[in-house]
């Protein structure tokens, strides 16, 4: 009985492993994106796995190895081909060693987003971003407000596929204008 209760507790263990975030991706793996991504095609929920919207409606989308080429190969089937190895190997090698979040920010005026600057908690550690790019030139809602599409990137090396993480977006003066609770442990 014991033994049964413990091989019971390792495929567990294993089954929540494969749930999580792969921050590089196997053979396998790459394989399963590419499948999740062709079949995708007619899911309306597609990429819900990896948002995260926060109490101030502002939008973060989590761009794990496995959701960019699932990504590449959704996009490959709605022009009705396949994604190619070659094209699923350089987007997996994009994505290496760094986590990246499209982050979707509302604000007042034209230039609100310009000096944000994010960063990353992961326990007691502060990520500093490898790449951070903040729209210039946002779109304009109907409502009057602005809309900024920011590209954040970091290093992933020191997170693992079960982290929590909180992304932090500042202004130019260093206050804190959002935050995003994430669980990498949630998503593929």
Same mark, same amino acid.
């Given at each position: 009985m014991i033994r049964g209760a413990a091989?019971?507790? =390792?495929? @567990? +263990?294993?089954?929540? /492993? *494969?749930?999580?975030?792969?921050?590089?991706?196997?053979?396998?793996?790459?394989?399963? #994106?590419?499948e999740a991504g062709e079949r995708s095609v007619t899911q309306d929920g597609f990429g819900d796995e990896w948002r995260v919207r926060n109490a101030?409606?502002?939008?973060?989308?989590?761009?794990?190895?496995?959701?960019? =080429?699932? @990504? +590449?190969?959704?996009? /490959? *089937?709605?022009?009705?081909?396949?994604?190619?190895?070659?094209?699923?190997?350089?987007? #997996?090698?994009?994505?290496?060693?760094?986590?990246?979040?499209?982050?979707?920010?509302?604000?007042?005026?034209e230039d609100f987003a310009r000096f944000y600057a994010p960063r990353l908690i992961a326990g007691a550690r502060n990520i500093e971003p490898a790449f951070a790019q903040n729209e210039r030139t946002p779109a304009r809602e109907e409502s009057g407000t602005f809309v900024a599409r920011c590209v954040y990137a970091f290093p992933s090396k020191t997170l693992s596929a079960t982290s929590k993480v909180v992304l932090i977006v500042r202004d130019g003066d260093g206050r804190d204008v959002t935050t995003f609770a994430i669980d990498l442990g949630s998503m593929r």
């Open positions: 091989v019971a507790l =390792v495929l @567990l +263990a294993g089954s929540i /492993a *494969a749930e999580a975030a792969a921050l590089a991706l196997d053979e396998r793996q790459m394989q399963d #994106a590419v101030a409606g502002h939008v973060a989308t989590v761009m794990t190895p496995f959701h960019r =080429v699932a @990504l +590449a190969a959704r996009q /490959a *089937a709605f022009r009705k081909d396949t994604l190619k190895p070659r094209e699923r190997d350089r987007v #997996a090698r994009e994505q290496r060693e760094r986590l990246v979040f499209w982050v979707e920010l509302r604000g007042p005026r």
